[in-house]
């Protein structure tokens, strides 16, 4: 038995299991990572690879935080929910570095 499936549905199912892949890994992610986990950048690193590579700065503050923050880093992204997050890595290239921050 033969089952025909159009180039485009095949597409949205491979974006919808690659979608739900990352959204497991990044919650296992988030709960065994914790700061001290993190690589830390100087403002000088991420200026020099802002220049030689694709750069997205995540913002990681709370509506709230952001919203009453008077530091902001112009370009940087807020996820703010699921939806966010899936359309960010539907976005963002393979080879995208991703910055994150919280001031």
């Known amino acids: 038995m033969t089952i025909n499936i159009s180039?485009?549905?095949l597409m949205r199912y491979r974006i919808l299991v690659l979608?739900?892949?990352t959204l497991f890994l990044?919650?296992?992610?988030?709960t065994t990572a914790?700061?001290?986990?993190?690589?830390?950048?100087s403002i000088s690193e991420l200026t020099r690879m802002q220049t030689t590579e694709?750069?997205?700065i995540v913002d990681t503050r709370t509506q709230s935080q952001w919203q009453h923050a008077t530091d902001k880093i112009p370009g940087a992204?807020?996820?703010?929910?699921?939806?966010d997050l899936q359309?960010?890595?539907?976005d963002i290239g393979p080879r995208?570095?991703?910055v994150t921050y919280c001031t």
């Open 7 to 9: 180039k485009g549905v």
């Open 19 to 21: 979608s739900c892949l």
């Open 26 to 30: 990044s919650a296992a992610l988030i």
């Open 34 to 41: 914790g700061a001290e986990d993190a690589d830390r950048i």
């Open 54 to 56: 694709p750069v997205v």
């Open 77 to 83: 992204v807020r996820l703010e929910n699921r939806n």
């Open 87 to 90: 359309q960010f890595i539907f």
């Open 96 to 98: 995208t570095a991703i």
